[in-house]
Every structure is written in structure tokens, then in C-alpha cells.
């Protein structure tokens, strides 16, 4: 069983920052791309950013330039910086991995449990 635990969301003022960090842990061989996903009330949820275990980076374009993602193989963790925060970031910010949990290389999706962000002053 694969594990992904969140930590670090709360409540800051607009312009404030936040790091979010997401740690993996359990059986598994590696994880290959990382993500982080949010999602605000009444709203589906929609990629932030993501990267590959080589450090590739994917953003959605409302967070380009204010948002950073990171990852420490080693710790399979990975983080968020989010800098020049906006009442619209409000939302549930996921975690996801894709993990490879067999000799095979079969991937699958896992998700963590969530951590609240609330820009507002």
C-alpha cells in the first residue's frame, strides 16, 4: 500500500505564501510524475502543477510565475511553493503520484487526503 500525506496549507492573507509538502510512503519501486491538484466548493478539480521524477515541469497557466513545484527523490517528496496569493487560490490542494508498484513497471494513481489553502484577509 502506497501512502500520500499533505502538510502545510492554512490560512494567509492575499499576496501571503505558502509551502506545501507531500510525502510518499509503503511498497513501491519509484514514482514517476508528482502533482499537485486543487480543488474549490463547487468546482472540479484541476491540475496545479505537476513534475517527472527527472524534473520536468508542467503549470497551469493561473499560477505560472507565482507557484514553484519541487521534488527530493530521495525523500519521495514533493513540495510547493506558492508565492502572491490570491482569494481564487482558495481551494483543497491534492497530492498525487503515480507510482510504480511492480517489477513490471505497472503504475498507479494515488492521491492524498487533501490539505485546505484559504487566501483571505
Known amino acids: 500500500q502506497v501512502q500520500l500525506v499533505e502538510s502545510g496549507g492554512g490560512l494567509v492573507q492575499p499576496g501571503g505564501s505558502l509551502r506545501l509538502s507531500c510525502a510518499a510512503s509503503?511498497?513501491?519501486?519509484?514514482?514517476?510524475?508528482m502533482g499537485w491538484y486543487r480543488q474549490a466548493p463547487g468546482k472540479q478539480r484541476e491540475l496545479v502543477a505537476d513534475?517527472?521524477?527527472?524534473?520536468?515541469?508542467n503549470y497551469a497557466d493561473s499560477v505560472k510565475g507565482r507557484f514553484t513545484i519541487s521534488r527530493d527523490n530521495a525523500k519521495n517528496t514533493v513540495y510547493l511553493q506558492m508565492n502572491t496569493l490570491k482569494p481564487e487560490d482558495t481551494a483543497v490542494y491534492y497530492c498525487?503520484?503515480?507510482?510504480?508498484?511492480?517489477?513490471?513497471?505497472?503504475?498507479?494513481?494515488?492521491w492524498g487526503q487533501g490539505t485546505q489553502v484559504t487566501v483571505s484577509s
Open positions: 509503503g511498497s513501491f519501486f519509484s514514482i514517476n510524475v
Open positions: 498525487n503520484g503515480v507510482v510504480v508498484t511492480t517489477s513490471l513497471g505497472h503504475e498507479y494513481s494515488y
Open positions: 513534475i517527472t521524477r527527472g524534473g520536468s515541469t
